[in-house]
């Protein structure tokens, strides 16, 4: 299986169909499975819970996380990557103990529902919201900027919900790994160089279009 490009990517989370995205191998060199937060469903968190077997989080802008009154999980980080957790959360409204699929799905789809307010949600809870750096990839390149930035390139909320793929074995699983467990799922694969690479390019064609008008 080859990578695929990034704007297939971007149409099939458009479509709300999960990805994959891969970081470089110098960094986590692994891959989380995406999906748009605005449309996740209790399948897909399902899927998430029993194939890909990580840490389900929604990564997320700052502003909204503000908006909710989600603060960071710790006011020094000491984690390697520095990925920015927050406070853990349940949804309130129509869920029980927050840990089932669907409960979580509507977890996720509150975080990014307009009508949610800071007291609809419990903390601690069972998804973890992640803080996304404001530049996105161009300035962090984690799993957590990649989604950002791909919901918001398919014209959804700007809100991704990430799982870190493991082996049966309950190592992480690297690129020929992930080749095969996409195959096997019928998932895109993508990586955030060339993510990076593609938003550069679009960075070059904004100025260039200004410097002409």
Known sequence: MTIAGIEDAIEAISRGQMVIVVD???RENEGDVIAASDS???????????????LIC??????????????LMVSRNTESLKTAFTV????????????????????????????SRPEDFARPGHIFPLRANPQGVLGRTGHTEAAV????????????TICEVANDDGTMARLPQLEVFAERHGL??????????????????????????
């Open 24 to 26: 470089d191998e110098d």
């Open 149 to 160: 930035d791909l919901c918001r390139l398919a014209g959804k909320f700007p809100c991704g």
């Open 188 to 213: 895109l694969v993508v990586t955030i160089k060339d993510l990076v690479s593609y938003l550069k390019g679009e960075v070059v064609e904004e100025v260039v279009q200004k410097q002409v008008a």
């Open 40 to 54: 996740i469903t209790p399948q897909q968190i399902a899927f998430m819970m029993n194939h890909a077997r990580g």
């Open 88 to 115: 853990s959360v349940d949804y309130i409204p129509g869920t029980t103990t927050g840990i089932s699929a669907a409960d979580r799905a509507k977890t996720v789809r509150a975080l990014v529902s307009e009508d």
């Open 58 to 71: 929604v990564a997320m802008p700052g502003e909204r996380l503000d908006a909710l009154d989600i603060p």
